[in-house]
């Protein structure tokens, strides 16, 4: 069924929570017994995120109800026909039922309940809360009404600006600030929160998930890329026309539509503005518009010369010997004709040998094996691979998954580089003599004791010879977003704790360069994998500290700088980055999965081409 956000903790605890941390500073709360007689939805509303009679009873609260919800967070959306003046209240209001609500949409109906601030994801999230009514009295007072003409959400109403600098009095948060919805995108969308709200034909710029969501923007030309989406291109350019959209129609009953970045919803999609934990202000469609296929196709990118290197990086999410061999052959198909069947590929998310049971087992020679039997059957190389198991359940991921980065080569192209056997708590190092750079252990893992890489993936360091011209890769997984407050966080800028832990890991892949460039100016590094990171981040930056490594992406236009894509964003997550002896390179981001409602993978994979 469609995703919601269901209510697991008693709602008055939340609150009561709430009050004692300090979240809701800036709101009157009340005994539970004091009561509000004949309050209006925007008296509750109020004119902040927080409304001023949380913890109260009130009485006879009246509108219209425009939106029913029979799955996950059960209830229903009332709206007052009758506005105030002021557009920093809004006039919907959910009323939160915990069973299936017994109202119909064009009810008139006439509450008693208690006023309540529901944090999505818990006080922890950073989330910003919605403001509800809980354990409702409902009497229908008539039935068949029309609902409220919807409120117009389109690219000239929605401002420019994301989002009003945090209170520093209140640790940066926004809740106790007065909306101001003409200025900050933000603050119109919770003025709106519970309103009847329509969007009009819209570009989509997230795939439709698993959750039977998908994202459009109502902003045609806001940081657009030739392929439909939206680019994140800074911290400081949120995209405010992103809205997500899910339907109130159950999916048993009506499908929800498969859209892929760049198809349109076309016509009218209407219903009430939520909010909730996985992606914040979303249209919860009574009326759905009907999805516009775009024709977008996968890329494929050019095969390299027969002097030219090409090393890949590919997030493959998890896999393991009991996917089903179809995934198997999707990804193995990617790589032998969407990467042109790559001289060097690094693997990410490979797990052992029987995935996420947690029993022990740590090699993935099956997982690899059956992967590379995938690809040759594709009509791709013979590839030979490389790695070192990780200890078990010390390198984070699904627990007892052990995932790992994974080396494939092609030997009719490259040669790898054996030197020195290894273990997983073993380092290698840098060595060399006469300006020639070699490790003292091939493959190997970098500074694996270094608490960077606690519940972390240890980089993969190996030594590859191409036309007699060494070349050192180092895979890598840097440590996760988890933890991290999302962009609809009421702290502004929101609090993004997981940079402290992939700037450690960073600077430790940087000295390693360091190392490697120090005997050898001119080697030839590649820095490859999922750095979990923008490319303007500081993570990146340390990477690239002294000028040991430059950000390949960055030789693409800003517009095309992007390998994932999240609630909307199209974003840098992937990199290949490389030294300064890699003097002239190709680099492609190849879309074919990020974009598209059916993936392989969520990440699409990076190449780069040059001679070394």
Do not use: C
């Given at each position: 069924m469609?995703s919601?956000?269901p ?13 004692a ?27 902040t995120r ?7 009873q ?10 029913v ?10 709206q007052?026909?009758e ?28 509450l ?7 944090v ?11 403001t509800?009514?809980?354990k409702?009295?409902?009497t ?19 401002p ?10 209140a640790a940066g ?10 200025t ?13 709200v ?12 698993p ?15 030739w ?17 997500q ?30 909010f ?27 095969k390299?010369h027969?002097n ?17 061999q ?37 090699a993935?020679?099956?997982t ?30 699904e ?27 073993s ?14 252990v091939s493959?190997?893992r ?42 609809v ?37 590649l820095?490859v ?38 609630q ?26 990020a ?18």
């Amino acid at each position: 069924m469609p995703s919601s956000i269901p209510r697991f903790a008693a709602v008055s605890a939340v609150v009561s929570a709430a009050l004692a941390a300090g979240l809701l500073a800036g709101s009157t709360s009340a005994a539970a017994d004091d009561s509000a007689t004949g309050t209006r939805i925007h008296d509750i509303q109020g004119t902040t995120r927080v409304s001023p009679l949380v913890g109260k009873q009130v009485t006879g609260v009246t509108g219209i109800v425009t939106g029913v919800r029979t799955y996950g967070s059960r209830g229903f959306w009332i709206q007052d026909p009758e506005a105030d003046a002021n557009p920093a209240t809004s006039e919907g209001l959910f009323v939160f039922t915990s069973s299936v609500p017994t109202v119909a949409v064009g009810d008139a109906v006439s509450l008693n309940g208690t006023v309540t601030e529901y944090v999505p994801g818990g006080l922890n999230s950073g989330n910003q809360s919605l403001t509800q009514l809980s354990k409702p009295v409902v009497t229908v007072v008539s039935q068949g009404n029309p609902v409220p003409a919807p409120v117009t959400i389109s690219a000239w109403s929605v401002p420019d600006e994301y989002a009003p600098e945090g209170d520093a009095a209140a640790a940066g948060s926004i809740n106790g600030l007065t909306l101001d919805p003409e200025t900050y995108a933000l603050d119109y969308y919770e003025s709106l929160e519970g309103t009847n709200v329509r969007i009009g034909s819209s570009r989509v710029v997230g795939a439709t998930d698993p959750y039977s969501e998908l994202w459009v923007t109502v902003k045609p030309w806001e940081n657009r890329n030739w392929r439909g989406g939206t680019v994140y291109g800074s911290y400081e350019s949120q995209n405010t026309g992103r809205l997500q959209i899910q339907s109130l129609t159950p999916i048993a009953q009506q499908p929800f539509p498969k859209a892929n970045v760049g198809d349109r919803l076309t016509g009218e999609t209407e219903g009430p503005l939520d909010f909730n934990q996985f992606g914040g202000y979303t249209l919860t469609a009574r009326t759905l518009g009907t999805v516009q296929d775009n024709g977008l196709e996968r890329e494929t990118t050019d095969k390299q010369h027969k002097n030219e290197l090409a090393v890949a990086t590919y997030n493959v999410e998890n896999l393991d010997p009991s996917d089903p061999q179809e995934k198997f052959d999707a990804l193995a198909k990617a790589v032998v004709d969407n990467l042109a069947s790559p001289d060097i590929l690094a693997l990410e998310e490979i797990q052992d040998n029987n995935g996420a049971k947690n029993d022990g087992t740590v090699a993935a020679d099956q997982t690899v094996k059956k992967f590379t039997d995938a690809i040759l059957a594709a009509g791709g190389p013979a590839y030979e691979w490389r790695s070192v198991d990780p200890q078990n359940n010390k390198d984070g991921g699904e627990p007892g998954g052990n995932i790992r980065q994974v080396f494939l080569f092609n030997p009719e192209r490259v040669s790898f580089t054996d030197r020195a056997a290894t273990d997983e708590t073993s380092a290698t190092a840098v060595t060399g003599s006469k300006g020639r750079a070699a490790l003292t252990v091939s493959p190997g893992r970098i500074d694996p004791a270094n608490t960077a890489w606690e519940s972390s993936r240890k980089p993969l360091a190996g030594e590859f010879v191409f036309r007699g011209r060494t070349v050192f890769v180092i895979a890598n997984h840097f440590g996760s977003k988890g933890g991290d407050e999302s962009i609809v966080s009421h702290h502004q800028p929101p609090n993004r704790s997981s940079e402290a832990k992939r700037l450690l890991q960073a600077q430790a892949v940087n000295a390693f360069v360091k190392d490697i460039v120090a005997v050898e100016k001119q080697a030839d590094v590649l820095v490859v994998g999922d750095i979990n990171d923008f490319e303007f981040s500081g993570t990146t930056k340390a990477l690239t500290d002294g000028g040991a490594l430059y950000p390949a992406v960055k030789s693409l236009p800003r517009s095309e700088r992007y390998s994932y894509v999240y609630q909307g964003n199209s974003q840098v997550l992937d990199q290949i980055l490389t030294s300064p002896g890699v003097h002239h390179f190709e680099y492609d981001s190849v879309h074919i999965n990020a974009e598209f409602a059916d993936q392989d993978s969520d990440h699409d994979p990076q190449v780069v081409r040059f001679r070394p």
